[in-house]
């Protein structure tokens, strides 16, 4: 039957390796970071509405939902800092920084809120399989509420210090 025919194309004018783009790079990173944060943002602050602070229920769900639903947000921001201290954005960095010391802040607040329902919900389960699961989101959500504020404290001063 023959060998077979493989098709040789001629060389194509731009096909061979783009020029490397740091610059550009970081810009997209800094976009992906823009939406990765408002996405992540919209859904934490949406566990949060309608408030209804004084419900031991509430505020225990809500604190948890929002430690468990920072991920996207972090990264999204962690995104736009990177690209701003990348793209030497005096102003993109000093904002940044401000906003990670609030955001840290912000959720060593809450995570003191939650402490204060912790013994009233363990005091609400007497399954124990049920008591077990409570048991693992509170320590779960410990390391949230210790872990979070001081990562976002760490790089909102660091970003700080070195826009200067």
């Known amino acids: 039957m023959g060998e077979p025919r493989v098709l040789v194309r001629p060389p194509q004018q731009g096909a061979g390796p783009l020029a490397p783009a740091p610059d550009f790079g970081w810009l997209l990173l800094g976009w992906v970071g823009v939406t990765f944060a408002v996405v992540g943002g919209v859904d934490v602050l949406l ?3 309608p408030l209804h602070f004084g419900s031991a229920e509430w505020e225990f769900g809500t604190v948890t939902a929002t430690l468990n639903g920072l991920p996207l947000f972090t990264m999204g921001m962690a995104l736009m ?3 701003a201290v990348a793209g030497g954005s005096r102003r993109g960095v000093r904002t940044l920084a401000v906003a990670f010391v609030v955001v840290a802040v912000a959720i060593a607040l809450a995570a003191i809120l939650w402490v204060t329902t912790v013994p009233i919900a363990l005091h609400s389960v ?8 409570l048991k693992k989101a509170i320590a779960k959500t ?3 509420a210790i872990a979070y504020p001081l990562g976002f404290a760490w790089v909102g001063i ?4 070195h826009r200067r």
């Open 47 to 49: 566990t949060w509405y």
């Open 81 to 83: 800092v990177a690209a």
């Open 126 to 133: 007497a399954d124990p399989v049920v008591k077990t699961g």
């Open 142 to 144: 410990c390391v949230q």
């Open 158 to 161: 660091k970003a700080w210090r």
